[in-house]
């Protein structure tokens, strides 16, 4: 542990009921949903997260010699690489090759959920290094061939790269609100033929429907189990895994509704599709979404336009729409880096990630510079 923190106590909790809510809270603050107690007691207690998902929760707290928790972070022990939007199967498939397993790993992360946010969760004045080094400690002591610190903030990123950990790139599509009064406004600030894309865009899916934004008392069973059918369905074309289970949504209203922006389009009264967002201070973040009917632009206007419409009536400074769609900037969205910190034990893995990395990043930055020619706004 760094100076002045030696006297610090580490403790991995399979429930986060066992740190409790006022004392999670305390670190988490509210700024972020995803990293609040609502919203991963909800993944844990309705079976989301667990054995059936191969995420095993191992909650790091770090306590003073007095008994209170400075610290916590949302760590999860895991034996496979799924729900993560940083892929690391290559370097798995690597140490296997060298007769060493990869799994269990020590992933520091939200599940199923790539949105950026804290990772080390501390109350005022704790240095975030001391974390770095515990999560360390935890996956010596679980056995852990690795930690993963992924979509943690930029102050974060670095304050891992100072305790020897490595540092990766990503790319992920957000749109900024620059003082909107109305969408118009932001149509305003496009180019005329991107602008009347998205008008034709908006004017062609509206035909027939009607949009809804649900929050709180609004979530009610009936949209809950619309909302998971479209869900399901989106899994299904996709070829992916029903991380979360029906109860998940269920607990989500309860724990966290007012945080809940449940995107609704209905035909006769009737949902036909959704999206589901959670909003923070300052951000509207974008997670899931599904349909019953196969309508171009449904997507676009319930994921990125509704989006759009809900942070600038409600004066929030960005949307983070989710990982990956490159055709998330010709609605708009510029691409942003997110950050992953990782550490590995083995010396040749970490030597040999640590190359990749090296070569990565500047080539990450680069596509970046490059798809953001390509925005929609206008050159001044």
Known sequence: MPDGTSQLT??????????????????????????????????????????RSGWHPRYAALQ??????????????????????????????ALHQAGVEYYPKLQVAVPFSPVPGPRILAKPGFPPSAMASALVQAAEKLGCSSVHATFCTEAEWHEFAAAGWLQRLGTQFHWENQGYKTFDDFLAALSSRKRKAIKRERRDVAQGLTFKALSGADLTPRIWNAFYKFYLSTVDRKWGGAYLTRE????????????????????????????????????LYGRNW??????????????????????????????????????????????????SAHWIEHPGLSRAVAEFLQAERPAMLRAMAEMDEDSPYRKE
Not at 11 to 24: K, N, S, T, V
Not at 70 to 91: C, I, M, R
Not at 264 to 270: H, S, T, Y
């Open 10 to 51: 580490l403790a991995l909790h399979p429930r986060i009921a066992e740190i409790g809510q006022a004392a999670w809270d305390a670190c988490a603050g509210d700024d972020n949903p995803f990293v609040s107690y609502g919203f991963l007691s909800a993944l844990e207690d309705s079976g989301s997260v667990g054995k």
């Open 64 to 93: 003073s010699p007095e008994g209170e928790i400075l610290a916590v972070a949302p760590a999860y022990a895991k034996t496979n690489s799924q729900g993560e939007y940083v892929f690391d199967h290559s370097w798995a498939n």
């Open 248 to 283: 998940f949504f269920t607990l989500l209203g309860e724990r966290i509704g007012d945080k809940v922006v449940l995107m609704i389009a209905e035909r006769d009264g009737a949902p036909i599709a959704g999206a589901l967002n959670l909003r923070g201070k300052t951000a």
């Open 290 to 339: 599904g349909t019953a009917e196969d309508i171009p632009f449904l997507h676009f206007e319930l994921c990125y336009y509704q989006a759009i419409d809900y942070a600038i009536a409600h004066n929030l400074q960005r949307v983070e729409a989710g990982a990956q769609g490159e055709h998330k900037i010709q609605r708009g969205y510029t691409p942003k880096p997110t950050y």
